[in-house]
């Protein structure tokens, strides 16, 4: 990151408010707490991503219902979206570790009783949607509190670091998740209930971690700001919070801290956006393939193409961030348009694996640029709700993006489908391009 005078848009509280930072710091490679936290991190992820396709296959063996393996994720994704707002409160009065402890011990109590429940014959639909709202707010509880933790537990010139880090974890989930739980399921040895168990047992293991960052030396502790509030964060002038309502209580103070941040509120827009259109990019590439009659296994590679992608876009999230946040922003959404465009060309999908590798390239530059503007300038006592605040609103198109991406699936030719999303996005882009502080932003120190 540049060392540039942050815009009055982006200007919040000092870096010092959120207390004094270890000197020296002990380096990222050392910092158990961190390291340990990650690996964590890294097992939960694994698992959410086997039990994403692991669910769907149980659910068509047990209805024959491709729409119903759609409404588990449905309710999945609205539970986690009704658990953000509640979930950051928590993280604010509660301690983080011991939050991400009973949330994640609460999602392998859960999926180990689905295990049984398979292996018994017992399963039924309303038992699976039951197990999705809980999976989802379990999944918001731990998300909103584990990201608040990483950044009480490194240096602040370590924060894009251990982001980029977390970035790797993320992207390599997605790559090893799908075929894991695909071979795992095909085992067969105990009515396919393999790939649930190794979901639990991932869920064990963040448990166990986050256990034993109590013992490892390293980090930085948990600090609290003076009275200030959220609300001042990224805005033109003072802000206090309403009257009657202390700011420790208000589960709201998150997102009007982000809707009060003209940077911020533009960013989020328009990774929301991306994140609508590409919660069903999976599903219009598999049409579009199969109706050039390519193997599943082949699809399978082509898809998985996106998440290397990913993990080779990490390190160039330091060279990306020398551009300006906003102008990197609104750049890669234009590189995004005539990319996501050329899909809908049926050129086999050797062609698709090199575009979506070439989509998820500038991906987590995107991912840690809103994290640090988001984590490095919010008040520790409310980083929690900010958090949340920002998961919920990034996410809250992804139920809109499953339905109408089916929709159009339905009334147009796949390709006809792929540049309307193409379509919606240069909208979102556009509109987004009309905004000057977006141009004028600057990093925050």
């Not at 002990?26 to 690996?39: G, I």
């Not at 890294?42 to 047990?62: H, Q």
């Not at 919070?241 to 700011?247: C, I, W, Y």
Request: hydrophobic share 55%.
């Amino acid at each position: 990151m540049t060392g540039e005078q942050m815009a009055p848009a982006l200007r919040t509280l000092p870096d010092d408010a959120l207390g004094p930072a270890e000197t020296p710091a002990t380096p990222l490679w050392r910092n158990l707490q961190f390291q340990t936290l990650w690996a964590g991190s890294a097992a939960s992820s694994l698992g959410v991503s086997v039990a994403d396709v692991a669910y769907p296959l149980a659910i068509l063996a047990l209805t024959g219902s491709p729409a119903k393996a759609g409404l588990f994720a449905a309710v999945l994704t609205v539970g986690m979206l009704a658990g953000a707002l509640p979930a950051g409160q928590l993280a604010d009065r509660q301690d983080r570790r011991t939050i991400v402890i009973a949330a994640e011990s609460a999602r392998a109590a859960v999926t180990a009783a689905v295990t049984v429940g398979l292996m018994l014959g017992w399963l039924s639909l309303p038992l699976l949607l039951a197990a999705a709202v809980l999976l989802g707010i379990g999944q918001a509880v731990a998300g909103a509190a584990r990201l608040a933790l990483v950044r009480s537990v490194v240096a602040d010139n370590q924060l894009t670091a251990a982001l980029v880090q977390d970035e790797v974890r993320q992207n390599g989930a997605a790559l090893a998740g799908p075929p894991l739980a695909g071979w795992l399921y095909e085992l067969g040895a105990l009515s396919h209930a393999v790939p649930f168990l190794c979901t639990a047992a991932a869920f064990a293991f963040s448990t166990l971690s986050a256990v034993a960052m109590k013992v490892m030396p390293g980090g930085r502790r948990r600090s609290v700001a003076p009275a200030q509030t959220a609300e001042n964060m990224p805005t033109s002038g003072p802000a206090t919070a309403p009257v009657g309502r202390k700011p420790e209580s208000d589960m709201f103070v998150g997102i009007r801290a982000l809707w009060r941040a003209p940077v911020v509120r533009a960013a989020m827009l328009l990774i929301m956006i991306a994140n609508m259109i590409g919660v069903g990019l999976d599903l219009v590439v598999i049409v579009i393939l199969r109706h050039q009659h390519v193997a599943a296994g082949t699809i399978g590679l082509a898809i998985g193409a996106g998440a290397v992608g990913g993990l080779a876009g990490a390190p160039l999230v330091k060279v990306l961030h020398r551009l300006k946040p906003g102008v990197l922003l609104l750049g890669m959404g234009l590189y995004w348009i005539p990319v996501l465009a050329l899909l809908a060309l049926p050129f086999g999908p050797w062609w698709v694996a090199g575009l979506l590798f070439m989509t998820m390239l500038g991906v987590p530059a995107l991912r840690v640029l809103l994290d640090v503007l988001i984590i490095r300038q919010t008040p520790d006592e409310q980083r929690g709700r900010t958090v949340a605040a920002v998961t919920m609103l990034i996410s809250a198109g992804m139920p809109a993006g499953m339905a109408g991406t089916g929709l159009l699936l339905q009334w147009l030719p796949a390709q006809a489908a792929m540049l309307t999303l193409v379509g919606v996005l240069a909208l979102g882009v556009g509109y987004c391009a009309t905004k000057r502080e977006l141009w004028r932003a600057r990093w925050p120190h």
